[in-house]
């Protein structure tokens, strides 16, 4: 089954430390996966995807096929990236389905 | 700028009754999406419609029901309301096509006494 695995509930880190949210998935093609935001009091939001091969607000985050992985990476933290994050994956059978993972509360402290 | 717009951002009810919940987008997306977001659980898909009057179930549909009349409006209905129903709602909405990202509205916090 298509399933999604964020293995830290929450993750504290200090301004300026390096920030790494995981992301591992099961899915045997070649998935397209997200990552979305949710700062506090604010709607979800994409920040970002494995097609466009952006980087948004500083964070990368690269597909590994062999670890099934699509780790979420920031080299600088900063007070603002505090927020709630989730990482998703396309459902085959069409529709723009999606599957969440649990997500990773991420807290910047000063 | 895609808007998705659910109706209520609180909102409390009693058990047994019947619940709507109201979501509207303002770009023409064919696909809207329930979900409801708990601690600890993520989010997790209750209905999906790809088009007008069509529906899917997603992982959680047991006590819910949907409404698609028109392209831009997907109502949530819970038939009878339970305590185990008091979650935040989420909407969303996107385009047909493979890898579109779906647009969320502020979500709905419903609480059942």
């Known amino acids: 089954a298509q399933r999604v695995t964020q293995p830290e509930k929450l993750l504290s880190v200090f301004k300026g430390a390096p920030v790494e949210l995981k992301c591992n998935y099961s899915?045997?093609?070649?998935?397209?996966l997200f990552w979305y935001v949710q700062y506090s009091r604010q709607r979800l939001q994409l920040l970002l995807r494995h097609i466009s091969r952006e980087s948004i607000k500083g964070f990368t985050a690269d597909l590994n096929k062999g670890e099934t992985s699509f780790h979420l990476k920031k080299p600088f933290a900063q007070e603002e990236d505090s927020a709630m994050y989730y990482c998703?994956?396309?459902?085959?059978?069409?529709?723009?389905?999606?599957?969440f993972g649990t997500g990773t509360q991420l807290k910047v402290e000063l | 700028d895609v808007k998705v717009t659910q109706s209520s951002r609180y909102l409390v009810k009693r058990t047994g009754e019947k619940v709507f919940l109201e979501c509207v987008q303002d770009?023409?997306?064919?696909?809207m999406f329930w979900y409801r977001q708990d601690p600890g659980l993520g989010l997790r898909l209750i209905y999906f419609s790809y088009d007008v009057k069509m529906k899917e179930k997603g992982d959680i549909p047991e006590g819910y029901s949907v409404s698609r009349e028109k392209k831009e409006r997907f109502s949530l209905i819970l038939e009878s309301a339970s305590t185990n129903q008091t979650s935040m709602y989420l909407c969303?909405?996107?385009?047909?096509?493979?890898?579109?990202?779906?647009?969320f509205g502020d979500g709905t916090r419903l609480s059942i006494l």
């Open positions: 899915y045997s093609g070649s998935p397209e």
């Open positions: 969303a909405s996107s385009i047909a096509g493979p890898h579109q990202p779906q647009h």
């Open positions: 770009m023409d997306h064919e696909n």
């Open positions: 998703a994956l396309p459902l085959t059978g069409g529709g723009n389905k999606l599957t």
